[in-house]
């Protein structure tokens, strides 16, 4: 992959609180640099700079990024493995109710 110009994501730490912060930037200009507190969050914001720009994002980013997501769902089975969907359930359909106009009062004569 041509690394000129790319789009990075990198994990930092931030000194007001323990918690990592993740840092999205392009290879060209890091001095533009965009932080996110979450690595979901940072990932969407490189597919929309990516969109924006027309750049692309370092597999290796992408693949850190991924992981950092399925360690904070808690998801302990292998990403390469396919999610099976339930189906859903069949949806009775109920008779729908006329709305239209109620007929006139008969006026006494």
Do not use: H
């Not at 769902?73 to 390469?80: E, I, N, S, V």
């Not at 709305?99 to 006139?104: E, I, S, V």
Request: glycine share 4%.
């Amino acid at each position: 992959m041509n690394t000129s110009n790319v789009i990075l994501a990198a994990k930092a730490n931030s000194g007001k609180s323990t918690n990592n912060v993740w840092v999205v930037y392009t290879s060209d200009n890091s001095s533009d640099k965009m932080y996110c507190t979450s690595a979901y969050k940072a990932m969407r914001l490189a597919f929309l700079l990516k969109k924006r720009l027309g750049l692309n994002i370092s597999d290796n980013c992408l693949a850190r990024l991924s992981q950092e997501i399925a360690k904070a769902k808690g998801a302990t089975a292998p990403m390469a493995q396919e999610v099976q969907k339930p189906e859903p359930a069949p949806v009775e359909e109920k008779p729908k109710k006329k709305r239209g106009r109620k007929p006139k009062a008969e006026k006494a004569a």
